[in-house]
């Protein structure tokens, strides 16, 4: 059985990867083989469903790249869409004088990346948000929400509509190179044709790419799992924008997001853990919450806090080791024609994805 491209994972980066290969030209056959028994169950519908403008990623970086190429796309697509999103802004919040350096070389980074921050005073940041309680904040007016089924959905009505299909119940089993590009075998046994090959298998990628016959071990990293809970605020919230405290190593730390109905959650935090598959969320996390939220709402009240869900980072480095860029890693990189893996896409892959997808068509020319 041929077909013109194969992307493994049906999350919000596997469409729309599959998406800009379908779009190409004409005819093009895209198929996207998912595990699971729907879109979206993994990573991408287990996020803050943030619009990131930009903001932490180093200079030149892909992060800072394609966030910010990403954030142009797909504002644009959804409003072309008319899809929910919701342009909210956020505040960075230093809670003690001592982060005031950190927050000053936050803006920095930023302005490197052509994102502007406003720099607010205490007196600034609480006319805009009584209920906080800072230093100083940066105010991004670019950070927003975006519903991120409603957006896969429109992905794959894309895929599909271009003459592709997204094929539920399917795992790659394994993948072995031909004269004319790649035998990809399910686990039933189905055996299919392409010349191209995407891996945007999330958590799974680098499993799977120990299973795909001709790349060397030094292309494969590690996988590492930063697994972070989410607690719901019982009653209204008190704030109209994201509340930020500086990010720390591994994450963006125990933040407040809103949901398209205005409602309030926090998180998520950082767990190390040793597989992908554990999504509880644990009651008695919620007290190492509360420190972490009352430092910048101190009127946080006692019990206000619910578990929620829980999802898990694809790292592709341990907790003693710097975050680590996007890995889009073609064939100038490991030498076999058409295959392209994409490793370690974490925040902001939701806010990159069109980005991502122009990368991997690149990546293949």
Sequence with gaps: MDTDAIVIGAGVVGLAVARALALQSPGT??????????????????????LHAGIYYPAGSLK??????GHALLTAYLQERGLPFWLCGKLIVASSPDQLP???????????NGVALTWLDAEQALAMEPALSCVAALYSPRTGLVDSHALMLS??????????MVVLHTRMQSAHPTGQGWEVVTEDGTRLQTPVLVNCAGLDAPLLAQRIEGLAAQHVPKAFYAKGSYFSLTGKSPF???????????????????????????????EWVDAPDDYTVRPERVA???????????????????????????????P??????????????HGLPGLVNLFGIESPGLTSCLALGEEVVQALS
């Design 29 to 50: 056959n895209v198929w996207v083989l998912e595990a699971a028994d729907a879109i979206g169950t993994g990573t991408s519908s287990r996020n803050s469903e943030v």
């Design 288 to 318: 190492p919450f509360a420190d972490e939220i009352r430092r910048y709402w101190p009127g946080l009240p006692d019990n206000a806090l619910q578990p929620a869900y829980a999802g898990i980072r694809p790292k592709i480095v341990g």
């Design 155 to 164: 992905l794959q009505a894309d895929v599909e509509n271009a003459g592709g």
């Design 320 to 333: 003693d080791s710097p975050a680590a860029d996007f890995v889009v890693q073609g064939p100038a990189v």
């Design 240 to 270: 109209s924008h994201l509340i930020y405290p500086l990010p720390s190593e591994a994450g963006l730390g125990v933040h407040l997001t809103l949901d398209m109905g205005k409602q309030a959650k926090f998180g998520p935090d950082v």
């Design 64 to 69: 800072a790249k394609l966030c910010v190429k």
């Design 102 to 112: 950190a927050l000053k070389t936050l803006q920095a980074k930023a302005l490197a």
